[in-house]
């Protein structure tokens, strides 16, 4: 299928006439590794379906047909295409920090929440996105929440996460309106209305957290990826944390049942003496019932349904 949209001249295209047909080569101005990732996001939403192994062509299914009557849109994380290391080093740094810049924002700022939350990450021994993700910082920085309703309305920002931090949060926003009224006014004028959280964000992430991050919306599970990668589960755990900690969604219902995910979430927090929830003593108070991994992908999937 890839082969036809990027006009490929092979054997078994000539051989079914493949290159007679209508959309052949349509998609020739992109490459056929990014057909490939298309062809496979369709598959792992089941918007395209193999039925039979034997002959592995996609079939159209009823989101299929919706989708091409225009009643409903289809999503996928954009395709980067494969750079040398260099190259995707310095696409990661300057797109990071392009990104920042579309939407003006106090740097001064956002540099101050970052050492705090840094500081709350180092005293919890807890990764930083669970307290808050560069996003939800991003935020504050261009709003200047003061008040428990204005923090409440910052991106990521729930009843649980505001009782836990937003008075910290907030105390150094007041001291830094103080000190520096002119970032205030400077930024502040014009917010636009707070908007829900992206599906993914814009910037380029490392490509290795970008397949684990492809692999996941193909439906494949944590553990399923490991292996298929021939990677450690936790390289892969900490490959979602920190794409959740710069925004990404990744669905993660379906990694737990509701009642192993209430005797985890029990076990952490009949271990938080702050309000943080900390790997090493849930283990232990679980006297064997959960190793690591599975706490750490626990507490993934509890912080995602808090916030």
């Given at each position: 299928l890839a082969d036809v949209l990027v006009g490929a001249d092979t054997e078994k295209i000539r051989q079914f006439r493949h290159n007679e047909l209508p959309t052949y080569g349509v998609g020739k101005d992109r490459s056929k590794q990014y057909w490939r990732a298309v062809i496979d996001a369709l598959l792992g939403k089941r918007i395209l379906v193999v039925d039979d192994p034997a002959r592995p062509v996609p079939g159209l299914t009823d989101a299929a047909w919706?989708?091409?009557?225009?009643?409903?849109?289809?999503?996928?994380?954009e395709y980067q295409e494969k750079k040398t290391k260099s190259e995707s080093r310095s696409?990661?740094?300057?797109?990071?920090?392009?990104?920042?810049?579309?939407?003006?924002?106090?740097?001064?700022?956002?540099?101050e929440l970052r050492e705090l939350r840094a500081e709350i990450a180092r005293q919890g021994n807890i990764p930083p996105y669970i307290i808050f993700s560069d996003r939800s910082l991003h935020d504050m920085a261009r709003q200047f929440p003061r008040t428990e309703d204005e923090f409440l309305s910052i991106n990521g920002v729930g009843r649980h996460k505001s009782e836990t931090y937003g008075s910290r949060f907030r105390a150094i926003v007041v001291d830094f309106c103080n000190r520096h009224p002119e970032e205030v006014g400077k930024y502040s004028a014009g917010v636009p209305p707070q908007s829900s959280a992206p599906s993914r964000p814009v910037s380029?992430?490392?490509?290795?957290?970008?397949?684990?991050?492809?692999l996941l919306q193909q439906?494949?599970?944590?553990?399923e990826i490991a292996r298929t990668?021939?990677?450690?589960?936790?390289?892969?755990?900490?490959?979602?944390e920190k794409l959740l900690e710069v925004g990404f969604e990744i669905a993660m219902d379906s990694y737990f049942t509701p009642d192993r995910l209430e005797t985890i979430r029990t076990w952490f927090e009949s271990t938080s003496t702050d309000g943080l929830?900390?790997?090493?003593?849930?283990?232990e108070a679980s006297q064997g019932g959960?190793?690591?991994?599975e706490a750490k992908l626990a507490r993934l999937v509890l912080m995602q349904k808090t916030k």
């Open positions: 919706r989708i091409l009557r225009g009643q409903e849109q289809f999503q996928m994380l696409r990661l740094e300057t797109s990071k920090s392009r990104d920042f810049k579309d939407e003006p924002f106090s740097e001064l700022l956002f540099q380029a992430q490392d490509p290795t957290q970008i397949e684990t991050y492809r439906g494949l599970s944590p553990a990668r021939n990677l450690k589960l936790g390289t892969i755990l900490a490959h979602m929830w900390r790997l090493g003593p849930a283990v959960m190793d690591y991994d």
